[in-house]
């Protein structure tokens, strides 16, 4: 098992920032990948960033790219997600996940090939 915790969420205006973190705990591989998705009320659970576990290689969501960054620090079993520029439209319920995986340069975009997810952060951007 991995737990997966997030923090950094809170309230902020629009144009601002946050920065997402992940702690992974348990019983922690050597390869994983890192996922960050996000779901506003009343819509799917949406794919955000991805990274591999070598941190070479990300995959973003197009509505998010060239604003948010993701990135890990495997020494810490952490990885986090710098949101800047932030609108309204960012608002939602950020969730972390582990897809435990054998191949070191993988990045996963699909949701149901995560194994473990975080219990969710709040993310509210006000206008």
Do not use: H
């Amino acid at each position: 098992q991995v737990q997966l915790v997030e923090s950094g969420g809170g309230l902020v205006q629009a144009g601002g920032s946050l920065r997402l973190s992940c702690a992974a705990s348990g019983r922690t591989y050597r390869y994983y990948v890192m996922g960050w998705f996000r779901q506003a009320p009343g819509k799917e659970r949406e794919f955000v960033a991805g990274i591999s576990w070598s941190g070479d290689y990300t995959s973003y969501a197009d509505s998010v790219k060239g604003r948010f960054t993701i990135s890990r620090d495997n020494a810490k079993n952490t990885v986090y997600l710098q949101m800047n520029s932030l609108n309204p439209e960012d608002t939602a319920v950020y969730y972390c996940a582990a897809d435990l995986t054998s191949d070191p340069v993988a990045v996963t975009t699909t949701r149901r090939e995560y194994d473990y997810w975080g219990q969710g952060t709040q993310v509210t951007v006000s206008s």
